[in-house]
């Protein structure tokens, strides 16, 4: 059964730091680009960053470049995004999500992905 797992949200001040976790199951992180979307109340869903699992290369939404960052664990099928320095505007429930390829292929799927996890809201507020 192919399951990706979300988990880390939660409510912090502008300025804090979460980490999320996207725990993969059911098949190997290897051949696939995963990352993070976010969507704001009243707002599309945009991307926010992604990582190949093939290469190692990442990409970064221009909002969050220099205060997230994207890894992967193959042993553990798991990818985390750490976010620092987090803004009001970064508020959101993030989904991940993964795409067979690279992150161009990633990047290009839209709602298109291959599988989806369920959201986890991420509130900054003071």
């Known amino acids: 059964d192919v399951q990706l797992q979300a988990s880390g949200g939660g409510l912090v001040q502008p300025g804090g730091s979460l980490r999320l976790s996207c725990a993969a199951s059911g098949f190997t992180l290897r051949a696939y680009a995963i990352g993070w979307l976010r969507q704001a109340p009243g707002k599309e869903r945009e991307g926010v960053s992604c990582?190949?699992?093939?290469?190692?290369?990442?990409w970064y939404t221009e909002s969050v470049e220099g205060r997230f960052t994207i890894s992967s664990d193959n042993a553990k099928n798991t990818v985390y995004l750490q976010m620092n320095s987090l803004k009001p505007e970064d508020t959101g429930v993030y989904y991940c999500?993964?795409?067979?390829?690279?992150?161009?292929?990633?990047?290009?799927?839209?709602?298109?992905?291959?599988?989806w996890g369920k959201g986890t809201q991420v509130t900054v507020s003071s």
């Open positions: 999500a993964a795409r067979i390829g690279g992150i161009m292929n990633w990047i290009l799927a839209g709602y298109g992905m291959d599988y």
């Open positions: 990582i190949s699992n093939s290469d190692g290369s990442t």
